[in-house]
Nanobody, 127 residues
Framework: DVQLVESGGDSAEAGGSRRLSCVVS????????MAWFRQAPGNNRAGLAL????????FYTDSVRGRFTISHDNAKNTLYLQMNNLKPDDASMYYC?????????????????????WGQGTQVTVS
């Protein structure tokens, strides 16, 4: 397993941009699915985007597709979420997550229950 620490959350203007980072430590010498989730008070934890860090395959949910971009820098062991054209509805606590993925496993999933490592969250507010 790996340990995850998010950063980059803060206030942002509607229509603006912000980049979240998630530093990965631990056993990084293997394949992982990594993803970004968000959870506002009273809501379920919602998946936003995922990446298979070996193949580079990505997936986005409808609410963020075309606005957010997930990426992973293998050299820096860091996951990113570039958020553009922010909307007030994007205000939430954002979490990064990961689970180990083998080549024979089903494709990475955006379902929260599958993820085994979680960051502590970083708060994003949007005016």
């Amino acid at each position: 397993d790996v340990q995850l620490v998010e950063s980059g959350g803060d206030s942002a203007e509607a229509g603006g941009s912000r980049r979240l980072s998630c530093v990965v430590s631990g056993n990084t010498n293997t394949g992982y699915c990594m993803a970004w989730f968000r959870q506002a008070p009273g809501n379920n934890r919602a998946g936003l985007a995922l990446i298979n860090i070996v193949t580079g395959r990505t997936f986005y949910t409808d609410s963020v597709r075309g606005r957010f971009t997930i990426s992973h820098d293998n050299a820096k062991n860091t996951l990113y979420l570039q958020m553009n054209n922010l909307k007030p509805d994007d205000a939430s606590m954002y979490y990064c997550a990961a689970y180990r993925h083998e080549s024979w496993d089903p494709p990475c999933t955006i379902l929260a229950a599958r993820y085994t490592s979680w960051g502590q969250g970083t708060q994003v507010t949007v005016s």
